[in-house]
Structure formats: structure tokens, C-alpha cells
């Protein structure tokens, strides 16, 4: 089998769907040597935002103390290799095959999904690569999802917040009881999670696990903080350090409690302050990107992959504060089928904009069309493109050097117009 046989046999998978549960993925594991208990410290994340960017944080700065890190991370946005780096490095292709190769007959008896031989390779890469630490980011939920099969040490939720509602539940309640389903005996838990249906939820079951509990905003704090495209500064307060002027290349103001978030559990995991600060700095190291990047100027172009309401109000949130120094703000924006439309366009009209709505390149797109009704009946200006790339080339057209253009919506979206210009 080779890399093109490998995405041959795993793509289709997607025909499988998602079927939460573990045992498909542990019987998959099996065939490995359950490489799951040998991927050394282990830190599991789950939250409706944040995970990716707390996790390529982490991972950073792990990396940056000398730690062989490995981190699992999803979807991708331009190769499959992405989900799965040790020391910022993609899983070469030949090792794709050869890990297709041995879980090949098993996944097709089991019927498993995607998702699950995903995290079976790469929790095998990892453990025969001898990592020292694991970051590895849930797929959806917690308790059900596949990576729930970790003995993690370090359990972050960064946020709760109403997404995938069909799987995880309709209220913050049930969705936050699903994510911490990840809390296990013997793990330190983190959060940012302030809202107390969501938190409590938390507490409880860390309080039944015996997971002590740390809160960003209660057992740190995070002060002066500064924020511009690429570019965030604050400070940040623990029970043992004062760090000042911490530096992440990271857009948004809201950015600030995952950054609070992972010096907290790098401190705890005793990385010293140097590599703490030096992580933060070169995260882009992880493959973070698409979060609120800047890909072009005049006019400036904001890729981004917030895909609900608290993502996008996130989003719009920083880029308001610098909202005066554009003329006009084109959104491009393209959703997945269980996203509440309505609401992440009421959080963009924040923007004053104009829309160009176009299909994201997965089976689960909503219609441009639909979109188009939606931002219509808001009484906004709204095209309909047939594709991303023909929008972005539209926008290109049609806009002014001090104009803002932001592409939003979707994984799918950017990984699509960052594959066209690689």
C-alpha cells in the first residue's frame, strides 16, 4: 500500500459516518499492541472552541523544553498528514501506508469510521516514535469520542458552548457533562469555562474522579493585554510566576484564557518560565493556522475556521477593535448543515459587511443559496458564489486596498483556498 492507496482505503470511510462509542476503536488499538498506553504524558483536550489553539500552545511549548511532543489534532486543512505531528513534523506519507496497511482488514470488519483508524495510526506513530508528551485534541464530544481511550494526566476544557447539538445534546448542561466524560482518576484538570451551567457539570465530575480542578480567571489571571492582527501580548499571573509580556502570533483578545490556560498546565507539568515563553512565540511551529490568519494585504485577507455562534462572536470580537481602519468588510462564509446559520450571520452583520456566500467542499455543505435567503432576509448585500476559490478570485476583484477581506465558516473552506496557493 502506498500514501495514495492509504487515503484510498480511509476517505471512503467517511461512508461509515459517526457511530460514537470506544469499542471499535479499542479493538482497533488491540491490533496494534495498544499503543494508546505507551504515548507517554498525556494531555487531552475537549471544548466547543479553543482546543486547537490551546493544544498547537502546548505542544509548542513542550517542544520548546525539549520534550519529544507529539500532537493529534483535526480535521486538516490542506493534507491528511496534519492531524498528526511529533516535534511540529507532519507523519511522513510511507508511514500512512504502512499503518493503513496493518489496520486495513480489521477497520473494514469492524465497520469503523474515519475517525477512529485516524486516532489508531497516529496513537501508533506516537508510541513507536517513543513521544515523551501527547497533546491530543477530541474529535466531537468526549465521552463517546475516539480519543477517549488515553490515561491522560492533564484533562483542558477551554469553552462550552452549543455545537453538534444532534450528538451531544441541546443544552450547555448536557453538552459540558459529555466533554468532561474525558476526566479520569489520577488527572489534574484545567478549565476556562465560567458559565455555571457549563462549569458545574465540570466540577462534579472531577470532584467523583478526585481530578484536583484549576479555573483560568480564578487560580490565574491574565492582565495588559494587547491585541492586533497576528499579534497578541498580555500578562499573565499564577499562584508561582508573574510573566510578563507573553507573546502568541495569534489574532483576538479572546485568544487570552487559552493562553492562560496553557501556562497553567505546562507550569503544573514543571516546564520552566524561558520555555513557556519561547513555546508561545513560535506556535505556528504546530501547524496552527487559519485561526484569524492574515494571507494577503491591501486588501488585507483574514482566513478563519470559527463554525458556530460562539466562534464566530469570538472572532468578531477581535476583529472589531480594528473595524475603523477599513473601508468596506466582505465576508465570505460557508457552513457545514449543522450549524445554526441564522445566528452565526447575526454575529457577523456585528461587521458591518457585505456577503459572498458560497458551498464548502463536503457533502455536509448548506447551499450558497440558502445562505444567501438568510443574509437577504437580514437585509444585507449578498452574492452567491459557486465555489470558494471563485469568490475569493470575485472579491479580489471587486475590492479596494483599505477593504477587509474575511473567509469564514469552515475547516473545509480555508483547507481549500490554502491548497490552491500552496
Known amino acids: 500500500m502506498n500514501y495514495q492507496d492509504a487515503l484510498d482505503f480511509l476517505y471512503p470511510l467517511h461512508r461509515f459516518g459517526i457511530k460514537p462509542g470506544l469499542e471499535r476503536v479499542y479493538r482497533l488499538l488491540d491490533c496494534m499492541g495498544s ?6 504524558m498525556v494531555i487531552h483536550i475537549a471544548g466547543t472552541n ?3 489553539t490551546v493544544a498547537g500552545a502546548l505542544a509548542s511549548i513542550f517542544q520548546a523544553s525539549g520534550k519529544k511532543t507529539a500532537l493529534y489534532t483535526s480535521p486538516h486543512l490542506v493534507d491528511f498528514t496534519e492531524r498528526m505531528r511529533i516535534d511540529g513534523a507532519q ?4 508511514k500512512v501506508a504502512y499503518y493503513c496497511s496493518q489496520l486495513k482488514e480489521a477497520a473494514l470488519e469492524l465497520q469503523s469510521t474515519f475517525f477512529e483508524v485516524t486516532t489508531a495510526l497516529a496513537f501508533a506513530w ?17 465521552r463517546l469520542d475516539a480519543t477517549n481511550v488515553v490515561e491522560s494526566n492533564y484533562v483542558v476544557i477551554p469553552t462550552i458552548g452549543l455545537d453538534h447539538t444532534e450528538w451531544l445534546g441541546g443544552s450547555l448542561s448536557l453538552i459540558a457533562a459529555e466533554k468532561a466524560a474525558i476526566i479520569k482518576k489520577g488527572c489534574r484538570v484545567f478549565t476556562a469555562v465560567s458559565d455555571p451551567e457549563a462549569f458545574q457539570p465540570i466540577e462534579r465530575v472531577a470532584g467523583l474522579c478526585g481530578a484536583p480542578l484549576f ?13 492586533d492582527a497576528g499579534a497578541l501580548k498580555l500578562d499573565v499571573c499564577t499562584e508561582a510566576h508573574h510573566y ?28 520552566e518560565c524561558l520555555a513557556i515563553r519561547s513555546g508561545l512565540e513560535r506556535m505556528l511551529q504546530t501547524g496552527y493556522r487559519a485561526r484569524l490568519e492574515r494571507v494577503g494585504v491591501e486588501p488585507t485577507i483574514l482566513f478563519d475556521v470559527s463554525h458556530n455562534p460562539d466562534g464566530m462572536r469570538a472572532t468578531v470580537n477581535a476583529l472589531l477593535p480594528l473595524r475603523h481602519r477599513f473601508n468596506r468588510v466582505f465576508v465570505m462564509l460557508g457552513l457545514a448543515s449543522d450549524k445554526d446559520a441564522r445566528a452565526v450571520i447575526g454575529e457577523l452583520l456585528r461587521l458591518d459587511c457585505s456577503f459572498v456566500v458560497v458551498p464548502i467542499p463536503s457533502e455536509r455543505s448548506v447551499p450558497p443559496e440558502t445562505l444567501g435567503r438568510f443574509c437577504a432576509e437580514v437585509g444585507r448585500e449578498v452574492t452567491v458564489q459557486g465555489s470558494g476559490r471563485q469568490g475569493l478570485a470575485y472579491l479580489r476583484q471587486i475590492a479596494c486596498p483599505d477593504d477587509m477581506i474575511l473567509v469564514t465558516g469552515s475547516f473545509y473552506l480555508a483547507g481549500d483556498l490554502l491548497s490552491a496557493d500552496a
Request: aromatic share 4%.
Open 244 to 271: 510578563l509580556s507573553l507573546k502568541a502570533p495569534l489574532t483576538g483578545s479572546f485568544h487570552a484564557f487559552n493562553m492562560v490556560l496553557a501556562v497553567m498546565v505546562a507550569e503544573d507539568a514543571g516546564v
Open 215 to 227: 479555573v483560568a480567571g480564578r487560580d490565574a489571571r491574565c492582565s495588559n493585554i494587547t491585541a
Open 91 to 94: 507523519i511522513p506519507r510511507e
Open 35 to 40: 499503543p494508546q498506553r505507551r504515548m507517554g
Open 50 to 52: 479553543g482546543k486547537g
Open 126 to 142: 506516537f508510541a513507536d516514535e517513543g513521544v515523551e508528551v501527547s497533546v491530543i485534541e477530541t474529535g466531537m464530544g468526549g
